[in-house]
């Protein structure tokens, strides 16, 4: 059954470093996501991409973070300069049709910043 | 904009009991609802998708419903077993792309 994958697993860093988390949205999908979830809260909204280009974004979404889809199958998602509240669980999402469709999520990227 | 509440935030049945879990939802023009498994963890595990222009889906002991005029969804779980033990969220798809989340509901199934 295909599936959102995503790499790494689990990621710590320092404080102020550049970080990327990559994912391998459903082949056929055409809508992207970005979640978040910072330990004990609840799964929060940062980013969406269609078309090659961000269609929303929250104000979580700050100069800091950036996507992009690269080669036509990854999807990532940079954070240029880490903070300690960066620290949480990434999800990376697929859809084939945006807000009318279903949404696949991956198991997620868990970032650490030190 | 959207806000997704869940109730209860924490329930425990014993095995066997039926439930249901509730979610509501502050702004009725949604495209569709979904509701969504989390293991401790782990990743979003899709559940069931109703669209707004359907009142329910069923998936083996699960039933979701949708309320759109009461901003209302639940999601029923019959003879609950302990594999059922996660949190349950609810997620409601509107206009634009941000799609809202619920807090959720933790369930804790005891054998």
């Known amino acids: 059954e295909p599936e959102v994958t995503q790499t790494p697993s689990h990621q710590v860093t320092q404080m102020g470093q550049e970080v990327i988390l990559r994912c391998v949205p459903i082949?056929?999908?055409?809508?992207f996501y970005w979640y978040r979830q910072i330990l004990g809260q609840k799964v929060e909204f940062l980013v969406s991409?269609?078309?090659?280009?961000?269609?929303?974004k929250s104000e979580i979404f700050d100069d800091q973070f950036s996507v992009e889809r690269p080669d036509g199958s990854n999807f990532t998602l940079k954070i240029r300069s880490t903070k300690l509240e960066d620290s949480a669980m990434y999800f990376c999402?697929?859809?084939?049709?945006?807000?009318?469709?279903?949404?696949?999520f991956g198991e997620g990227s868990r970032l650490t910043v030190l | 904009k959207q806000e997704v509440t869940q109730i209860p935030a924490a329930l425990s049945v014993p095995e066997g009991e039926n439930l249901v879990l509730n979610c509501s939802f502050t702004?009725?023009?949604?495209?569709?609802l979904q509701w969504f498994r989390q293991d401790p963890g782990k990743g979003l595990t899709s559940l069931l998708l109703?669209?707004?222009?359907?009142r329910e889906q069923t998936s083996g002991r699960l039933n979701a419903s949708l309320d759109k005029s009461s901003g209302r969804s639940t999601l029923y779980i019959a003879a609950s077993q302990p594999g059922d033990s996660a949190t349950y969220l609810c997620?409601?798809?509107?206009?634009?792309?941000?799609?809202?989340f619920g807090k959720g509901t933790s369930l804790l199934v005891t054998p």
């Open positions: 999402a697929s859809s084939p049709s945006g807000p009318t469709g279903e949404l696949f």
């Open positions: 082949s056929n999908h055409l809508y």
């Open positions: 991409f269609y078309n090659n280009e961000i269609s929303e």
């Open positions: 702004d009725s023009a949604i495209y569709n």
């Open positions: 109703i669209q707004s222009s359907q």
């Open positions: 997620m409601c798809s509107n206009s634009g792309y941000a799609l809202n």
